[in-house]
Structure formats: C-alpha cells, structure tokens
C-alpha cells in the first residue's frame, strides 16, 4: 500500500492529455506542427513572435511564442550563433567545402554558400564562420569575388550617356 512508510505514493496525473485552458493549442506531438517548425527553420524564420504569428495567419493555427520557443528547444532547432558553437569542426568545414567544391566558377560568397546550406541541410552556420573557412580554402578565389571593387563608370562625355542636367 501506499500508505506504509517505505514506500512511494503512487503517482496520479489528474490531466493525463494535457488539454487545460488552452483547448485550441495543438497537442505537444502534433506532426503538422513539427513539420511546420522544420520548414520555418529551412526558411530562415528564427524569431519566435514572427513564428506564432505566421502559424496563426498562413495555417490558423494557435501557438504562443513561448510554446513554439520550447517545441523548437525540444527538436533541436537554433539560430546560426548555437548551431555554430555546437556542431563538431569537421562537420561544419565538410559542409562548406562541399558547396564551395560544387562551385566551380567561384562565385558564390559567404551569404550564398549560407544560404544553399540551409536550403539544402536545414542546418544554419553564421556567415562570418562561413567567410573565414573561405579564406583559409581559397583565398585566391574569395579575392576574385571582392564586391569592394566598383565598375567603372561611364564617362559624361561619351555619347549615350545621362548627364546632370544642373551645374551647381
């Protein structure tokens, strides 16, 4: 029994479904909802406000930010900043030297590479990690790609130009 001492009282859960005041939340092992989640986080949607809000408006469903912040906790979905922190070292160069290898012009920068990543894994790496593992692989090819260098602009005088109509 129960009652003798040695023993544990025996556990009672008076809400076993966990529907209390909040009947149109979904339940905690919603798929729908899961899946949802996965696809804000392949879209770049972190914030937890901005979640809630377009759960509500595009699928009408109705999740208060603190309740997507925990289900985002338990699926293992972060930003770029802990993601980063938390991946092993290999994982995180083979990623990167994977979409720079399939890049053989040379083109895409850090924003891009990030954004492919993400796109292509669901898994978020900040930019600034991403453009120094480009410099260390390729540094001739990341300085072909200097967006600091303008083009050169075209002269007034040449035909087929706009000129400034007001000489101040």
Same mark, same amino acid.
């Given at each position: 029994?129960?009652? @003798?001492?040695? @023993?544990?009282?025996?556990?009672h #859960?008076? #809400?076993?479904?966990?529907?209390n005041?909040? !009947?149109?939340?979904?339940?905690?092992?919603?798929?729908? *909802?899961?899946? &949802?989640? $996965?696809? =804000?986080?392949?879209? @770049?949607?972190?914030?937890?406000?901005?979640? /809630?809000?377009?759960?509500?408006?595009?699928?009408?469903?109705?999740l208060?930010?603190?309740? *997507?912040?925990?289900r985002?906790?338990?699926?293992? &979905? =972060?930003? /770029?900043? *802990?993601?980063?922190r938390? &991946?092993?070292?290999n *994982? !995180?160069?083979? &990623?990167?030297?994977?979409?720079?290898?399939?890049?053989?012009?040379?083109?895409?920068?850090?924003?891009?590479?990030?954004?492919?990543?993400?796109?292509?894994?669901?898994?978020?790496?900040?930019?600034? $990690?991403?453009?120094?593992?480009?410099? !260390?692989?390729?540094?001739?090819?990341?300085?072909?790609?200097?967006? /600091?260098?303008?083009?050169?602009?075209?002269?007034a005088?040449?035909?087929?130009?706009?000129?400034?109509? $007001?000489?101040?």
């Amino acid at each position: 029994m129960a009652g @003798e001492p040695g @023993e544990s009282p025996a556990k009672h #859960n008076r #809400n076993p479904t966990g529907r209390n005041q909040h !009947k149109d939340c979904p339940p905690k092992n919603d798929n729908h *909802v899961t899946q &949802l989640l $996965y696809e =804000y986080q392949r879209r @770049e949607v972190f914030d937890k406000r901005k979640i /809630s809000q377009l759960l509500l408006e595009e699928h009408g469903i109705k999740l208060s930010e603190s309740s *997507v912040a925990r289900r985002r906790r338990a699926l293992g &979905l =972060y930003a /770029s900043g *802990v993601t980063t922190r938390q &991946l092993p070292e290999n *994982v !995180k160069r083979q &990623l990167i030297f994977t979409q720079m290898a399939k890049d053989t012009s040379k083109k895409l920068g850090p924003r891009m590479i990030k954004q492919i990543i993400a796109r292509e894994t669901g898994i978020h790496l900040t930019r600034d $990690y991403i453009r120094k593992e480009m410099l !260390k692989q390729d540094p001739d090819g990341f300085a072909s790609r200097d967006t /600091s260098i303008k083009k050169p602009r075209a002269n007034a005088d040449e035909p087929g130009t706009a000129q400034c109509m $007001y000489n101040i």
